[in-house]
């Protein structure tokens, strides 16, 4: 079955960086592509980004460039995203999305927290 | 930007109810790159409605979507006690995803 394993909460202080792992199993992993959505603590859902792993192709959200970088490693069947220069207001869960169009499936969400 | 605007932003109807929510683009969007999500507390969004009108693999019919161009609508056609959570609407152009801010269905 498809599955899609994020890696574990994290605490940052402001002004680092945080790197989170989604890792899929049960489909072939470079063909689909993968988003990256966070959500805020009561907000909505926001696009970062998205990673074509085949080939490594990816593209970002206005908001967010400069600041993330999504890699995949088809070795291991792995996407990652990696925030910078972290402030209070990127405390939000994080998830991984497969597919192009729509997200059929998610991952279980990262929680990142950042906190003096 | 295509901007994405639901509503209402809470809809509080009794178990058995017809629910409709509404969402509305700034500009036109393909049918095809129209999709529709519930997202439950503490859990990952999970896609209802993809292509403005397909039900996603598992989904119940009583889950229906419809739309085109700028106005999209998902229909509960008999609200089952699961069926209270958040709905998003969400929105595939230019290899990005825009999102709706999202209706939340209470139980009256």
């Known amino acids: 079955q498809v599955q899609l394993v994020q890696s574990g909460a994290e605490v940052r202080k402001p002004g680092a960086s945080v790197k989170v792992s989604c890792k899929a199993s049960?489909?072939?992993?470079?063909?689909?592509?993968v988003h990256w959505v966070r959500q805020a603590p009561g907000q909505g859902l926001e696009w970062m980004a998205i990673?074509?792993?085949?080939?490594?192709?990816?593209n970002y959200a206005q908001k967010f460039q400069g600041r993330v970088t999504m890699t995949s490693d088809t070795s291991t069947s792995t996407v990652y995203m990696e925030l910078s220069s972290l402030r209070s207001e990127d405390t939000a869960v994080y998830y991984c999305?497969?597919?192009?169009?729509?997200?059929?499936?998610w991952g279980q969400g990262t929680l990142v927290t950042v906190s003096s | 930007e295509i901007v994405l605007t639901q509503s209402p932003g809470t809809l509080s109807l009794s178990p058995g109810e017809r629910a409709t929510l509404s969402c509305r683009a700034s500009q036109s969007v393909s049918s095809t790159y129209l999709a529709w999500y519930q997202q439950k507390p503490g859990q990952a969004p999970r896609l209802l409605i993809y292509?403005?009108?397909s039900r996603a693999t598992g989904i119940p019919d009583r889950f229906s979507g419809s739309g085109s161009g700028t106005d999209f609508t998902l229909t509960i056609s008999r609200l089952e006690p699961e069926d209270f959570a958040v709905y998003y609407c969400?929105?595939?152009?230019?290899?990005?995803?825009?999102f709706g801010q999202g209706t939340k269905v209470e139980i009256k």
């Open positions: 292509g403005a009108s």
């Open positions: 990673i074509n792993p085949s080939g490594g192709s990816t």
């Open positions: 969400q929105q595939y152009g230019s290899t990005q995803w825009t």
């Open positions: 049960g489909y072939t992993f470079t063909s689909y592509y």
């Open positions: 999305a497969r597919g192009l169009a729509a997200g059929d499936y």
